[in-house]
């Protein structure tokens, strides 16, 4: 089962109306550039008419700089790994418009899913927020369904097995992600009812291989696998994290090492295992994480620095142009081929991805760290 798998070819439209069964680094002291005029403009449904409708171009420019590299420049979705489709006709015709605030405010914790909301280290205002909402909605081509919040009769002892069949290999044990999105993820869980998740299972997402099980599975085992997701449910945590500094005066690893002449029998990409050979022989580099800085604080490479890709310019004036700079992400290298192509258009020249990511990284069982 997956509940948003990709697909080179999402529908935008044009599918039959569905009938729905009760079974069935922002670190402080980054600027953020965002608007605030047309905050109270920004609340609109599928059936808002075109002269309320809010001014979509600063939440198309925040779309194309934060998401498009993995959702897809019109929400078609995975370009990177797993980045569901945010255009697709079901989903948003399921999806609240609080699912949607959360999951981009907070992302997706244990994902490449980034938290951009500023308390989250991110660079977006609630009006920024808000515009990709609307930015969001402006694509749905089909009204919102009403699929109810009352739970279901299903029992989650019984949707183990059913789960492990059907869905294991896509969402990972305990639903925690493998190829696809997190299904025990605390804020997804927090807005996504049971009528949302029976939906999702029974339907799945037309034209991508999330199959519709309905097809598959009766209503009493969709039920139990509703259930066993849910009861993966826990308390969302209100806080938010402590976030890095954007001093990185002290970002070069082993000052007085020689440099790592591995990297440059390298073309854009290192393994991890190349990285790892640095660090083991305690050779002068500098480590670049450039994920929000919300992720950084919630596990990194240990000795990197939090320098966002959205924001490498901010942070030109500390980084050295005579030291090798690795960047490297979680997706497996979105955001880092991102971040490397900002230095080398500012002129450095010693710059390498970081191939598969901190993923591999971790696999791998090389060190790590967290905290700001």
Not at 187 to 192: E, R, S, T
Request: glycine fraction near 12%; include cysteine; charge should be negative.
């Amino acid at each position: 089962m997956r509940l948003d798998p990709p697909s080179s070819d999402v529908p935008r439209g044009g599918l039959e109306e569905p009938t729905v069964r009760p079974v069935v680094g922002r670190r402080g002291g980054m600027r953020a550039v965002h608007r605030i005029a047309w905050l109270g403009a920004v609340l609109v449904s599928c059936e808002a008419t075109e002269d309320a409708a809010p001014d979509l171009e600063p939440a198309r420019r925040d779309y194309a700089l934060y998401c498009a590299l993995c959702h897809g420049d019109e929400g078609q979705g995975y370009v990177a790994d797993g980045a569901n489709a945010l255009a697709h006709p079901d989903f948003l015709a399921a999806a609240s418009d609080q699912l949607l605030r959360r999951a981009i405010v907070r992302g997706r914790q244990g994902t490449p899913m980034s938290g951009w909301g500023l308390e989250w280290g991110g660079p977006l205002d609630d009006a920024g927020v808000a515009g990709l909402v609307a930015l969001m909605r402006s694509w749905q081509t089909r009204p919102n369904l009403s699929l109810g919040t009352e739970a279901g009769m299903g029992q989650p002892g019984l949707g183990e097995a059913v789960y492990a069949v059907h869905c294991e290999h896509c969402h990972g044990p305990r639903g925690a992600g493998s190829t696809y999105m997190s299904l025990a993820d605390p804020g997804f869980l927090a807005d996504a009812s049971d009528g949302y998740l029976r939906y999702a299972v029974a339907k799945g997402r037309a034209g991508t291989p999330m199959p519709a099980f309905e097809t598959t599975l009766n209503a009493s085992q969709i039920d139990d696998v509703v259930a066993l997701i849910r009861s993966w449910q826990r308390p969302l945590d209100g806080s938010t994290p402590a976030l890095p500094s954007m001093d990185i005066s002290d970002a070069l690893l082993n000052p007085g090492g020689l440099p790592p002449l591995e990297f440059g029998l390298s073309d854009r990409f290192i393994s991890v295992e190349q990285l790892k050979r640095a660090y083991d022989a305690a050779e002068s580099f500098i480590v670049i994480d450039a994920r929000a800085p919300g992720d950084y604080v919630g596990g990194h490479i240990q000795g990197a620095v939090s320098v966002p890709f959205y924001a490498v310019s901010d942070y030109l004036d500390q980084l050295p142009t005579d030291v090798w700079i690795v960047t490297y992400c979680g997706c497996p290298h979105a955001a880092s081929e991102a971040a490397a192509d900002a230095l080398f258009a500012a002129g450095y020249s010693q710059v390498r991805v970081l191939d598969e990511g901190l993923d591999l990284w971790i696999e791998l069982g090389y060190p790590t760290e967290a905290g700001p």
